[in-house]
C-alpha cells in the first residue's frame, strides 16, 4: 500500500531555534499534502495544505511565518517551525493523498517536537 | 465549515463483546467521505474503514462496519468481537475533496 514518510520521529531543540520536518510519499505522487498538529489528548487539528509548486493554504490562526511549508516537489514536503517556543511542543503529522481518484489520505508516523 | 463530533470520549468494552462508537457530522455537501481512523500508542493513524455517501451500503471490513445514516448525518462504527488489540483512540473524520477533518475521538478500552 502507499506509504509515507515522515522524519525525524523525534527531535529536541532549544528555544530560538528552527525545525524542519519531513513528508515523503514513497511510491506514489502527491500533488496535495496535509500537515497537522496534535496536542497531548487531543483531535489532530489542520495546520495548512501543501501544494506542489505554490503556496501553502493555511487555517485561520496559524502564523505562516512560523510554520513555514516547502512543496518542491511531486513527492516531498517540509514544515519548518521557525524561532521554536516550548508552546510549540506537540505531535506534528502530515498526510498526503494520491493524485488519483478518491484515494484516502496516508499518514506518516508522526514527528514528536520538544522544545526546551 | 463541516464539523465531526464524537459525543463518547471514552468507551469500554469486554473482550470478545460488541461496541459501537458514535460519530455525526455537519455538511451542506450531498458527495463526500467518511472515515474511522485508530490512533494506538504508537500515534500511527490506521485507517480501519471508509464510506462514501453516495453509497446506501453500509462498508464493511471484518470485524469493523459502519452504519451510515446520511439524512440523520451519523456514522458510526462497530466492532464485533472486540481484541485487546483494538484499545486505541478511534477518530471519525470527514473529506469532501481535498483535506480531511477529524472529531475529537474516542478513547476504546477492551478489558480482558
Known amino acids: 500500500g502507499a506509504v509515507v514518510s515522515q522524519h525525524p520521529s523525534r527531535v529536541i531543540c532549544k528555544s530560538g531555534t528552527s525545525v524542519k520536518i519531513e513528508c515523503r510519499s514513497l511510491?506514489?505522487?502527491?500533488?496535495?499534502m496535509f500537515w497537522y498538529r496534535q496536542f497531548p489528548k487531543q483531535s489532530l487539528m489542520l495546520m495548512a495544505t501543501?501544494?506542489?509548486?505554490?503556496?501553502?493554504?493555511?487555517e485561520q490562526g496559524v502564523e505562516k511565518d512560523k510554520f513555514l511549508i516547502n512543496h518542491a516537489s511531486l513527492t516531498l514536503s517540509t514544515l519548518t517551525v521557525t524561532s521554536a517556543h516550548p508552546e510549540d511542543s506537540s505531535f506534528y503529522i502530515c498526510?498526503?493523498?494520491?493524485?488519483?481518484?478518491?484515494?484516502?489520505?496516508?499518514f506518516g508516523n508522526g514527528t514528536r517536537l520538544t522544545v526546551t | 465549515a463541516q464539523t465531526v463530533t464524537q459525543s463518547q470520549p471514552e468507551m469500554s468494552v469486554q473482550e470478545a463483546e460488541t461496541v459501537t462508537l458514535s460519530c455525526t457530522y455537519d455538511?451542506?455537501?450531498?458527495?463526500?467521505?467518511l472515515f474511522w481512523y485508530k490512533q494506538p500508542p504508537s500515534r500511527q493513524m490506521i485507517l480501519v474503514i471508509r464510506?462514501?455517501?453516495?453509497?446506501?451500503q453500509n462498508a464493511t471490513e471484518n470485524r469493523f462496519s459502519v452504519n451510515f445514516q446520511k439524512a440523520a448525518k451519523s456514522f458510526s462504527l462497530k466492532i464485533s468481537d472486540s481484541q485487546l488489540g483494538d484499545a486505541a483512540m478511534y477518530f471519525c473524520?470527514?473529506?469532501?475533496?481535498?483535506?480531511?477533518?477529524f472529531g475529537a475521538g474516542t478513547r476504546l478500552t477492551v478489558k480482558p
Open positions: 473524520a470527514y473529506r469532501r475533496s481535498g483535506d480531511m477533518r
Open positions: 501543501s501544494n506542489e509548486g505554490s503556496k501553502a493554504t493555511y
Open positions: 464510506q462514501e455517501a453516495y453509497k446506501q
Open positions: 498526510s498526503a493523498r494520491e493524485d488519483r481518484g478518491n484515494s484516502p489520505l496516508h
Open positions: 455538511t451542506s455537501e450531498s458527495d463526500y467521505y
Open positions: 511510491d506514489f505522487q502527491a500533488t496535495t
